[in-house]
């Protein structure tokens, strides 16, 4: 017996969803986010950062508002004083996810883990599409969108890191995005592109605000590659935009705290830390929680009086760079290898085998030896884990200055784009996880480098 032609025709349309390359790549690459899950499950990757972002999403859900339950009696007062205060320290749109799958699993960290491997699930499509277009003209374009696609999905750095209960992951899909709209831009001359990649960009300061200076930076370094009226069109449509998201933040931060909070608190600590990246020098000191306490007298960062803390902050870091310019150039040019290295990403270095009380960051590189007569396996990740990173990044310039002789005009967006992202943060303070969105990017040219390697091989 024949069945009804709408049975038919719903397992042809099964039948193809199943046997969509892209379909395909999501499936895979929540399904070893999911086993990243199972080996590193909860807050434990920056958890401080973490409970605060659950802190505001709970008392969001209890009927606090948007707040941070804090202590703001003074750190040496050995007194308590707990208060709801408005929550702008950080940014919103990661709260608001936690409220959502909180409404639905409980406020599980887990739960949101969960939710998180799914959504990144889409950064392995998205390099697909990405590279499909970078790569159009190649002879071997859709070979390589799909083993690009594959290596996003498979990769065990990058997987680690989506699921680290951090908005530093949904950036990563901001940033491929934003990427892949620019770079269609580029090519096609379409207004609609740009549109597309203002409102990620717009969207993007509800979770990490890095990429908002990039229309000042595209205005100058984009008449290289494009004709002025196409460089103006794109900045100021990406400009107006996030003009636009900046005012509805500031907007709800004025309502929230009656202060003027364009973006979110931090870029003072940013600057401040920077300085003392490599140790406490010239009277500043690093580490959040040493900050609030030795600096600010408080037992929070952002709380209380935020926003004159955070510009005291900054005032103190351009003053220190200003009379030792000198000392800031080391320490720029110190944080290059920092950016690339993989560092804490699966263990914490704060952890210690031997003697509780000891930083093993001071006991390089005795620290290794003990590490590894106790947990080897953590030991060799250690090691492996930046290697594998800094050989991606590798293959990746190699097939970069390929695909540049080759065709310029597909490539000119993620230069600029890694240019920016790259600068802005060796300017200002780095963190091993701040590189992390952009390293996607890269992993088509690294595919065509591997692609070539190989071709070059089976011919000898």
């Given amino acids: 017996m024949t069945p009804p032609a709408s049975k038919r025709s719903m397992s042809l349309s099964l039948m193809r ?23 590193f ?40 004083q707990m208060e709801y205060l408005p929550f702008i320290g950080r940014p919103v749109g990661y709260v608001l996810y936690f409220a959502f799958i909180g409404l639905i699993a409980g406020m599980s960290p887990v739960a949101f883990q969960i939710g998180q491997a799914i959504i990144m699930g889409f950064s392995a499509v998205l390099v697909y599409k990405l590279a499909q277009v970078i790569f159009s ?7 390589i969108a799909y083993w690009s696609g594959i290596l996003a999905a498979v990769w065990p750095n990058q997987a680690r890191f989506e699921i ?38 717009a969207g993007s300061i509800y979770l990490r605000p890095d990429l908002v200076l990039f229309p000042l930076f595209l205005l100058p370094f984009g008449l290289f590659f494009m004709r002025p009226k196409k460089v103006i069109l794109a900045c100021v449509i990406l400009g107006g935009l996030v003009a636009v998201g900046i005012g509805i933040n500031t907007v709800k931060n004025y309502a929230l705290s009656g202060e003027i909070v364009p973006l979110n608190l931090g870029s003072g600590t940013t ?50 760079i200003k009379h030792h310019p000198w000392f800031y150039a080391t320490v720029v040019l110190r944080r290059i290898p920092l950016m690339f290295t993989v560092r804490g990403l699966y263990f914490s270095d704060s952890v210690n085998f031997a003697k509780a009380s000891d930083d093993l960051s001071q006991r390089f590189p005795g620290k290794y030896i003990t590490m590894f007569s106790d947990r080897p396996i953590e030991t060799i990740t250690r090691f492996l884990s930046p290697m594998l990173g800094w050989l991606l990044i590798l293959l990746a310039m190699v097939g970069f200055v390929r695909a540049w002789h080759v ?20 300017m200002t303070n780095v963190e091993p996880r701040y590189f992390y969105p952009a390293i996607p990017l890269l992993y088509p040219y690294c595919i065509s480098t591997f692609f070539r390697v190989r071709s070059k091989a089976i011919k000898a």
């Fill in 17 to 39: 969803i199943i046997s969509d390359t892209k379909f395909q790549l999501f499936v895979i690459a929540v399904a070893v986010r999911l086993l990243f899950v199972l080996l």
């Fill in 41 to 80: 499950p909860g807050a434990n990757y920056y958890g401080g950062i973490t409970h605060e972002y659950i802190d505001a999403a709970s008392n969001l859900l209890q009927g606090h508002g948007l707040t941070a339950y804090v202590d703001v009696a003074p750190f040496n007062s050995g007194n308590v």
């Fill in 137 to 143: 003209n190649h002879p071997k374009s859709e070979h």
């Fill in 164 to 201: 680290a209960l951090l908005p530093d992951a949904f950036t990563t899909l901001i940033m491929l995005g934003f990427a892949l709209e620019l770079t269609r831009f580029f090519l096609t001359k379409e207004t609609k592109y740009i549109i597309y990649a203002g409102l990620l960009l």
């Fill in 271 to 320: 600057m401040y830390e920077g300085i003392s990246q490599f140790g406490d020098t010239l009277g500043t000191t690093y580490a959040d929680d040493r900050v609030a306490h030795n600096v600010l007298n408080t037992k929070q960062l952002f709380y209380p009086h935020g926003k004159q803390n955070d510009a005291r902050l900054f005032q103190v870091a351009v003053d220190t």
């Fill in 407 to 426: 065709s310029r005009d597909a490539h000119v967006m993620i230069l600029l784009l890694l240019c920016y992202f790259i600068g802005t943060h060796l």
